[in-house]
């Protein structure tokens, strides 16, 4: 926890203040990490599952991750992986139920070209309406709302002169509404993915360049995946004057969750009158 405490501002942990409880659920979080890390080691066979893996990659010569190395993996890989996903599956999920047109458009394309499960990746990426969908719900709401790059050198930044470790932010939410990169940005609309796609750097979920999302082939699959597994089971409605909330916290997520009925998949679409900020963020 040294390396934590020296990283934040207040280096001094007094019982009581944000900091002091912050520390306390960081151990408590390090210490059940550690056991897994141990109970991983115990097993017989490797498992398939990240820390597992994790576990097995320590063990290659040249590889250098001690326990604290692999404890730090398991979370950031927690917070990467999961809560990203997470939130862009509960966008998702919202604005499918919240746009009965391209619902119906969906629910009728995965019928007509998922018929074994699973699905090989070559037949999920010819479904022009689940990738329009899962797209668009990331442009206007994207989980990773901004990332940040410091500067290792002076330089320039279209016009603007930046020192040594000045920071940059670059918002993937505000880029995303740029109006001259995307026609009526506020506008739900899978369908304008179907007319080109924009520049590796105006559309930026997953980030750009050397550092780009290491899963992010990964995530768009697995989101792609079980959006078909739910439509093929089920029709999902927004619980009538829901407060809807977009929150940037760790993550652009719904801040009080997206309270859904679970029907019968009778393809009887029909979206929900709701409350909150969501209103002004998107355009049905
Ligand atoms: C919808 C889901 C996801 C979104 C929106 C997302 C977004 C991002 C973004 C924007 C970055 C760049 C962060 C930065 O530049 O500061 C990033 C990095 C990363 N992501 Fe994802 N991600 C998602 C899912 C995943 C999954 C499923 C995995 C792992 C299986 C993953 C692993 C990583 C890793 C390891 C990095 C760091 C890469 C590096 O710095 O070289 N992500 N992700």
Redesign the pocket.
């Known amino acids: 926890m040294d390396v934590l405490a020296r990283k934040l501002p207040m280096q001094y942990r007094i019982a009581g203040t944000p900091l002091a409880r912050l520390m306390d659920q960081a151990e408590v979080l390090e210490r059940a990490i550690h056991e897994l890390i141990n109970e991983k080691r115990q097993e017989k066979e490797t498992g398939k599952d990240v820390l597992s893996v994790l576990v097995e990659a320590a063990k290659i010569d040249g590889i250098e991750m001690n326990d604290t190395f692999l404890a730090a993996h398991a979370v950031?890989?927690h917070a990467?992986?999961f809560i990203?996903?997470a939130s862009?599956l509960a966008w998702t999920m919202y604005l499918i139920a919240q746009n009965p047109k391209f619902a119906a458009a969906l629910h009728e394309e995965i019928k007509n070209n998922i018929t074994d499960w699973p699905p090989t990746p070559e037949t999920v990426e010819k479904l022009p309406f689940l990738d329009g969908l899962v797209r668009e719900s990331?442009r206007l709401l994207?989980?990773?709302h901004h990332?940040?790059r410091t500067t290792t050198k002076e330089t320039e930044l279209l016009g603007v002169p930046l020192q040594t470790a000045d920071r940059v932010v670059i918002s993937?939410f505000m880029t995303h509404r740029d109006p001259a990169i995307f026609k009526n940005p506020t506008q739900f609309d899978p369908t304008r993915w179907f007319e080109g796609k924009p520049g590796p750097f105006q559309y930026?979920?997953?980030?750009a360049g050397p550092?780009?999302?290491?899963?992010?082939q990964?995530?768009m699959l697995?989101?792609k995946l079980v959006v078909i597994r739910i439509m093929q089971r089920f029709r999902m409605n927004v619980i009538p004057d829901s407060i809807i909330e977009a929150d940037i916290r760790l993550t652009l997520r719904p801040v009080n969750g997206i309270p859904m009925v679970v029907n019968n998949p009778d393809g009887a679409f029909a979206a929900s009158s709701v409350r909150g900020n969501i209103n002004e963020l998107v355009q049905n």
């Open positions: 950031i890989l990467a992986a990203t996903t862009a990331l994207p989980p990773v990332t940040m993937a930026i979920p997953f980030s550092r780009l999302c290491l899963g992010y990964f995530a697995e989101m």
